[in-house]
């Protein structure tokens, strides 16, 4: 008899193949009433080659089967019919045993074997090959780390046996560690749906870390999707690099920790670059709010897409900052609910928090301040975000004022004071203050205000006798600190204040409260001798007669106006240096004045 399958011709012996096969047997009964010797056979799953495996069987020859060919063999099995009803030891017997006994005992084969049924589909789904598969790799992983003797692919260029470099200690191998995400790079090699279900059938076997499950996913992205680690995804095949995007993100589990910050903005970046859903991107956005503490600059500085003319993606950053408040609000913490410290310290891990998101915004406005299309509204609305968050120094956010300033020179006097009005110059470092009495870039007024902070700290950590006195004195040349002086005066001073300084001018002030200082030191707390400190702050002033700070006649004003204030009330000025600070760094008011400059 003649079977043709495909392309190809089969001459072959009517009695071994009609007896194992039930089907062929139908098939030649219809040939015989047509009276025709040829069969036509064009649907048979594996095509030819499954069909030679299973005629060979029917002559009782030598079948060498693997983990690559089984499946077809198994399939045209099946479409030939070949079951136990029609002869004992058939091969749809022989072959389930070979699955049974050593493919589903096999870690690798058994992947390969899942990876072959895809085109066999729907006839490997219809029987059960996919879903033992399935359950075959899922127990593997389970598996203890202790018992996994088979190779796998995982890090294998670290490993020392496989690189010749296997450590001996006194002529005896040692054992070599195994880790618990071993079999995440053998399953990168699935194909996307495959894939899915394997990672599902682990997850709902329960038990798996969830790390290991993150670290699955992330080793899968890397490897499934071309340019992830630069955030460029070739437009070859959008519509499925969108699917595994999402796939990814739908089996993201949700334990906090289970991911790097880092992994997730990557994923955000892709979902934006593929145009992925608002679902995915919103629900991509929740979870790196929840880790935000965890990012660093370099991985918030995310691209701006192509019809943008700044040249980093700043808005995504501020709704990331906004998902990190919401998370902050909703009351989550670090701590279990059972934990006994969440309720001794219930703002300890939220405070925590505050500050590393605080650091890597100041750095990342930093960074961002480089691009000169960056508008000044997108730099301040970032930076007012994190303003009320807990910082040890506001060195940062000087840093990153100075950077903004450095690289857009045309911006107008209010938007600079505006600028500048982010950062509180009392928690500024010496290094910081340094750097600001010096720099060209900053308002007058800032440069005050440095100065003034400055001498109040130096004077406090020194023991200076005169300290109430003086700083007083100094307090009374900052805008909005006039102490009884008319708002006029003031008013007509804003331009000045606003105004940038010179080098010179710069340098003379420093000299002159320098000298100040080194006043103050020595004249110690005897009111008898406020007219000296009335006479160094007058030589301040009036070296900067021609508008640098004010006018002499707006300092005697103030001068005036400050000894009816002490003649008053003899008690301010009796005060030791200490009480007075601590009142002057714990006083609401005078904060409010002080950082309300107009």
Same mark, same amino acid.
């Given at each position: 008899?003649?079977?043709?399958?495909?392309?190809?011709?089969?001459?072959?012996?009517?009695?071994?193949?009609?007896?194992?096969?039930?089907?062929?047997?139908?098939?030649?009964?219809?040939?015989?009433?047509?009276?025709?010797?040829?069969?036509?056979?064009?649907?048979?799953?594996?095509?030819?080659?499954?069909?030679?495996?299973?005629?060979?069987?029917?002559?009782?020859?030598?079948?060498?089967?693997?983990?690559?060919?089984?499946?077809?063999?198994?399939?045209?099995?099946?479409?030939?019919?070949?079951?136990?009803?029609?002869?004992?030891?058939?091969?749809?017997?022989?072959?389930?045993?070979?699955?049974?006994?050593?493919?589903?005992?096999?870690?690798?084969?058994?992947?390969?074997?899942?990876?072959?049924?895809?085109?066999?589909?729907?006839?490997?789904?219809?029987?059960?090959?996919?879903?033992?598969?399935?359950?075959?790799?899922?127990?593997?992983?389970?598996?203890?780390?202790?018992?996994?003797?088979?190779?796998?692919?995982?890090?294998?260029?670290?490993?020392?046996?496989?690189?010749?470099?296997?450590?001996?200690?006194?002529?005896?191998?040692?054992?070599?560690?195994?880790?618990?995400?071993?079999?995440?790079?053998?399953?990168?090699?699935?194909?996307?749906?495959?894939?899915?279900?394997?990672?599902?059938?682990?997850?709902?076997?329960?038990?798996?870390?969830?790390?290991?499950?993150?670290?699955?996913?992330?080793?899968?992205?890397?490897?499934?999707?071309?340019?992830?680690?630069?955030?460029?995804?070739?437009? $070859?095949?959008?519509?499925?690099?969108?699917?595994?995007?999402?796939?990814?993100?739908?089996?993201?589990?949700?334990?906090?920790?289970?991911?790097?910050?880092?992994?997730?903005?990557?994923?955000?970046?892709?979902?934006?670059?593929?145009?992925?859903?608002?679902?995915?991107?919103?629900?991509?956005?929740?979870?790196?709010?929840?880790?935000?503490?965890?990012?660093?600059?370099?991985?918030?500085?995310?691209?701006?897409?192509?019809?943008?003319?700044?040249?980093?993606?700043?808005?995504?950053?501020?709704?990331?900052?906004?998902?990190?408040?919401?998370?902050?609000?909703?009351?989550?913490?670090?701590?279990?609910?059972?934990?006994?410290?969440?309720?001794?310290?219930?703002?300890?891990?939220?405070?925590?928090?505050?500050?590393?998101?605080?650091?890597?915004?100041?750095?990342?406005?930093?960074?961002?301040?480089?691009?000169?299309?960056?508008?000044?509204?997108?730099?301040?609305?970032?930076?007012?975000?994190?303003?009320?968050?807990?910082?040890? $120094?506001?060195?940062?956010?000087?840093?990153?004022?100075?950077?903004?300033?450095?690289?857009?020179?045309?911006?107008?006097?209010?938007?600079?004071?505006?600028?500048?009005?982010?950062?509180?110059?009392?928690?500024?470092?010496?290094?910081?203050?340094?750097?600001?009495?010096?720099?060209?870039?900053?308002?007058?007024?800032?440069?005050?205000?440095?100065?003034?902070?400055?001498?109040?700290?130096?004077?406090?950590?020194?023991?200076?006798?005169?300290?109430?006195?003086?700083?007083?004195?100094?307090?009374?040349?900052?805008?909005?600190?006039?102490?009884?002086?008319?708002? %006029?005066?003031?008013?007509?001073?804003?331009?000045?204040?606003?105004?940038?300084?010179?080098?010179?001018?710069?340098?003379?002030?420093?000299?002159?409260?320098?000298?100040?200082?080194?006043?103050?030191?020595?004249?110690?707390?005897?009111?008898?001798?406020?007219?000296?400190?009335?006479?160094?702050?007058?030589?301040?002033?009036?070296?900067?007669?021609?508008?640098?700070?004010?006018?002499?006649?707006?300092?005697?004003?103030?001068? %005036?106006?400050?000894?009816?204030?002490?003649?008053?009330?003899?008690?301010?000025?009796?005060?030791?240096?200490?009480?007075?600070?601590?009142?002057? $760094?714990?006083?609401?008011?005078?904060?409010?004045?002080?950082?309300?400059?107009?």
């Amino acid at each position: 008899m003649v079977i043709n399958v495909g392309d190809v011709k089969f001459y072959l012996h009517k009695f071994p193949l009609l007896s194992k096969s039930f089907r062929l047997q139908k098939l030649t009964a219809n040939t015989n009433e047509e009276n025709n010797d040829e069969i036509n056979i064009d649907d048979i799953p594996g095509g030819p080659a499954a069909f030679e495996i299973c005629a060979k069987f029917c002559y009782g020859m030598t079948v060498t089967l693997n983990a690559y060919n089984v499946v077809a063999a198994r399939c045209a099995a099946e479409y030939l019919e070949m079951y136990e009803t029609v002869e004992k030891g058939n091969i749809i017997y022989k072959l389930e045993v070979f699955l049974t006994s050593s493919i589903f005992r096999s870690w690798k084969d058994s992947i390969i074997v899942l990876q072959t049924t895809k085109v066999f589909l729907p006839w490997s789904e219809e029987l059960k090959i996919v879903s033992h598969c399935l359950d075959s790799v899922a127990s593997k992983a389970y598996i203890d780390t202790s018992k996994v003797d088979w190779s796998y692919t995982y890090n294998r260029k670290k490993l020392p046996s496989e690189n010749g470099s296997d450590p001996l200690w006194n002529g005896v191998q040692k054992q070599q560690y195994v880790p618990r995400d071993w079999w995440v790079e053998d399953l990168s090699e699935l194909h996307i749906d495959l894939y899915k279900r394997v990672i599902t059938t682990i997850k709902t076997k329960g038990g798996m870390s969830p790390e290991v499950i993150g670290e699955a996913l992330r080793a899968y992205a890397y490897r499934r999707l071309p340019g992830f680690s630069k955030g460029k995804i070739p437009g $070859s095949d959008p519509v499925k690099y969108q699917y595994l995007v999402d796939m990814i993100t739908s089996l993201l589990p949700t334990e906090k920790h289970s991911v790097s910050c880092s992994f997730l903005i990557r994923l955000l970046q892709t979902s934006v670059s593929l145009e992925c859903g608002e679902t995915v991107q919103s629900e991509l956005k929740r979870r790196i709010g929840q880790h935000l503490d965890e990012a660093s600059v370099a991985d918030l500085l995310l691209r701006a897409p192509a019809n943008e003319t700044t040249t980093y993606d700043v808005d995504t950053v501020h709704e990331l900052v906004q998902q990190f408040m919401l998370q902050k609000r909703s009351g989550r913490s670090d701590f279990p609910e059972d934990n006994e410290f969440q309720e001794m310290y219930p703002a300890f891990a939220s405070d925590s928090s505050k500050v590393k998101v605080a650091r890597v915004i100041d750095g990342y406005l930093a960074e961002v301040s480089r691009d000169p299309n960056l508008p000044l509204v997108k730099f301040v609305n970032l930076a007012e975000m994190v303003s009320g968050f807990p910082r040890p $120094s506001h060195d940062g956010i000087y840093r990153a004022i100075d950077m903004y300033l450095k690289e857009h020179l045309g911006i107008t006097k209010s938007e600079r004071k505006r600028i500048c009005k982010l950062m509180d110059c009392r928690k500024l470092s010496a290094e910081a203050c340094m750097h600001a009495v010096q720099n060209e870039r900053l308002p007058l007024r800032v440069v005050v205000q440095v100065l003034f902070f400055e001498q109040a700290r130096a004077t406090t950590s020194s023991g200076g006798g005169s300290t109430p006195d003086l700083a007083g004195t100094i307090k009374s040349l900052l805008p909005g600190e006039s102490h009884g002086s008319s708002r %006029s005066a003031t008013t007509n001073t804003d331009e000045d204040w606003d105004a940038v300084p010179t080098a010179e001018e710069l340098k003379a002030l420093k000299g002159e409260l320098a000298t100040l200082r080194l006043t103050d030191k020595e004249v110690g707390c005897n009111d008898t001798n406020s007219i000296d400190i009335k006479m160094s702050v007058e030589k301040v002033i009036g070296g900067k007669a021609k508008g640098l700070i004010m006018s002499k006649k707006l300092f005697s004003k103030l001068w %005036s106006n400050k000894d009816r204030l002490s003649e008053n009330s003899s008690s301010d000025t009796s005060e030791s240096p200490g009480s007075s600070n601590a009142g002057e $760094s714990k006083s609401t008011p005078s904060r409010s004045r002080r950082h309300s400059l107009s």
